[in-house]
């Protein structure tokens, strides 16, 4: 029997139905067409080219710019059994050429590979590997016109002709049209299939507050303590502002670690590491952060400063709440904040491109003091039109960080918010859909699981949510499966990781129903 995209879905990843976009995403890959795709984080971009993987003869090859991500990414993959790798400059020697001849030979699904790398001898290997199709992750980078754009990822033109008639698959989560026409170009993509996706995400609830109304400092603070026990970014514009922020969170109780290009690269990879493993629960960075973050549990990102433009912000936010549970995105601004980004600009050389710079700067201040729906107002700016949200935002509800840094005690989040999308299989016998209760993170089953959680994934050395998303928890204590059959209809829950986990959680849950 001929395997299928929705096979594979179901018995390797656990889940019984794609999301918006990916059937068709990954239909024109098989099909051998180039192909875009424009969806937003958390929509599971990843699923598009590793569905294909196990589809297609040979190898995808991912073209990533997230070095520090790779290993994650890999042990994901790994966890669901597949035979993937990840080549870049942090491996020794001696295993860089070992993966190397791996990747020649065929021996991988998926591998990972830097844009830096292209620049070296492996590139003429390239074309020995038996590849079925080219992964560009983040390729908005390829653009000047972007916001996030990399030098490296020049390297990638002209390897189309290079490889031959090998299909590429472009993905970015925030590219406006002009970069999404760049990206065509620069590529040498052919008659590309496309496919893009609502921008909006109602799982995040946007607020804006501009500073000088009150002390930014002890209000995020107040945010944070809302959230005990929970995972979140704060963003600031400077180093400086970095060092100090984490210093007063510290002393004030907060688990919170410092992240900037100015620390060593093993001060760095230490606090990355805190925090993908929970070890921390707030990470306080600059920009250097960047898109070195695949945790599908951060709770709430904190903007101290601007950022660049609405697509920067749109990414930066973005980071929360990739499991689809509701999380929270806080911006101060001031208009101080634009006066100071425009100091980072004088190096851009095209006096073109440095004065659309500056004007994004000032569009991102317009939309945040601006009295509209936030979602409309974000969307509006990649081409979409929405309706005001009306739950999402403090536009649309009235409910401002003032308000919140007045309440008492921690957040709760409603168990009837859920994703239509990736819902699956029914509640085992006897079990009622309000099991959850409101989805605190004190609750004390949730908070069970995920210590087990945690446990299993330092056995592993891997972050927790490579184990199983919050999602899949608040899942499990919703469905109370009994059986290993009945845990297999949790969404989530694929026959390997079944296999590696089922066991523990089935006890976990067991003892909890125990009288």
Request: net charge neutral; proline share 5%; aromatic share 6%.
């Amino acid at each position: 029997m001929t395997l299928t995209p929705e096979a594979v879905l179901r018995e390797v990843f656990g889940y019984e139905c794609f999301r918006p976009g990916q059937l068709e995403v990954i239909e024109a890959v098989l099909a051998g067409r180039d192909c875009i795709a424009v969806m937003p984080t958390g929509a599971g971009k990843s699923l598009t080219f590793q569905v294909p993987a196990r589809l297609m003869p040979g190898t995808v090859l991912v073209l990533s710019p997230l070095i520090s991500l790779m290993k994650d990414q890999v042990d994901a993959l790994l966890d669901v059994g597949f035979r993937a790798t990840a080549i870049n400059s942090s491996l020794p020697r001696e295993e860089w050429l070992e993966r190397v001849e791996g990747l020649v030979r065929g021996d991988y699904e998926v591998a990972y590979l830097a844009p830096e790398a292209l620049g070296g001898s492996l590139r003429s290997r390239l074309g020995d590997a038996p590849l079925s199709l080219v992964v560009v992750d983040e390729a908005h980078c390829i653009s000047q016109w972007g916001h996030d754009f990399r030098p490296s990822y020049r390297r990638l033109r002209g390897l189309r002709e290079e490889l031959g008639d090998i299909p590429i698959l472009a993905l970015t989560a925030t590219a406006t049209r002009t970069v999404a026409r760049d990206i065509l170009r620069q590529l040498g993509m052919r008659s590309p299939s496309g496919y893009k996706g609502s921008f909006f995400r109602p799982n995040l609830v946007i607020r804006c507050r501009k500073k000088g109304e009150g002390n930014t400092r002890r209000e995020i603070l107040a945010l944070i303590r809302r959230y005990e026990g929970d995972s979140g970014i704060v963003y600031c514009l400077s180093r400086r502002s970095v060092e100090s922020t984490t210093e007063f969170l510290r002393q004030r109780g907060v688990r919170a670690v410092a992240y900037h290009a100015g620390l060593s690269d093993r001060e760095r990879n230490e606090a990355q590491e805190a925090f993908a493993r929970d070890d921390a629960d707030v990470v306080v960075a600059t920009i250097a952060f960047g898109m070195g973050i695949d945790k599908s549990n951060v709770r709430f990102v904190i903007h101290r400063d601007m950022p660049t433009d609405i697509e920067s912000w749109y990414q930066e936010m973005g980071r929360a709440g990739r499991d689809g549970l509701p999380s929270e995105c806080i911006l101060f601004y001031s208009w101080a904040d634009v006066k100071a980004r425009e100091r980072f600009l004088s190096e851009i050389e095209s006096p073109e491109i440095r004065k659309e710079k500056q004007e994004a700067t000032v569009r991102l201040f317009r939309v945040a003091d601006a009295d509209v729906c936030r979602h409309r107002a974000i969307v509006s700016h990649f081409g979409e039109e929405i309706e005001p949200c009306g739950s999402s935002c403090d536009v649309c509800t009235g409910v401002h960080v003032t308000d919140q840094v007045t309440e008492l005690g921690p957040v709760t989040r409603s168990s009837t918010r859920r994703r239509p999308d990736s819902r699956r299989g029914h509640r085992a016998p006897g079990t009622d859909a309000g099991t959850a209760g409101e989805r605190s993170p004190s609750h004390p089953l949730f908070q069970k699981l995920r210590t087990l959680r945690k446990r299993l994934a330092d056995e592993q050395g891997v972050p927790a949510y490579i184990v199983f998303s919050d999602q899949v928890l608040w899942d499990m204590i919703e469905f109370q499966p009994s059986t290993l059959g009945q845990m297999l209809d949790v969404p989530g829950v694929g026959p390997a990781k079944l296999e590696r986990y089922g066991d523990d959680f089935l006890r976990a849950l067991k003892e909890d129903r125990l009288p």
